[in-house]
């Protein structure tokens, strides 16, 4: 089992930045895949980034909606077991909770059902 737990939420401006954490423990060595996505108030959970990386280490690549792209960037800290998502010129529509996921490599990682394990979300809110 791994056990995934989100921090970093909170109310900010629009224009604003926040960076999000998701923190992993347990069986971490079965997890290449990490990613985020994100449910807003009456809407479905939607992907938001995502970073995997190789089994022997050999770097990593990054997966990004295009209605974050150029906003939002997705990093990891191998050592701390622990992901990041630095979200810069937000706006109204990133309203929403943000759930952190991990899983293998292999699958499509733009997917709900690729991940094994969630966090609990964390609220992200930004005003206009």
């Known amino acids: 089992q791994v056990q995934l737990v989100e921090s970093g939420g909170g109310l900010v401006q629009a224009g604003g930045s926040l960076r999000l954490s998701c923190a992993a423990s347990g069986r971490t060595s079965s997890v290449y895949t990490m990613g985020w996505f994100r449910q807003a108030p009456g809407k479905e959970r939607e992907f938001v980034a995502a970073?995997?990386?190789?089994?022997?280490?050999?770097?990593?690549?990054?997966l990004y909606a295009d209605s974050v792209k150029g906003r939002f960037t997705i990093s990891r800290d191998n050592a701390k077991n622990t992901v990041y998502l630095q979200m810069n010129s937000l706006k109204p529509e990133d309203t929403a909770v943000y759930y952190c996921?991990?899983?293998?490599?292999?699958?499509?990682?733009?997917?709900?059902?690729?991940?094994?394990?969630w966090g609990q979300g964390t609220q992200v809110t930004v005003s206009s």
């Open positions: 970073i995997t990386w190789s089994v022997i280490g050999s770097g990593s690549r990054t």
């Open positions: 996921a991990a899983g293998p490599l292999g699958r499509r990682v733009t997917i709900e059902g690729s991940y094994d394990y």
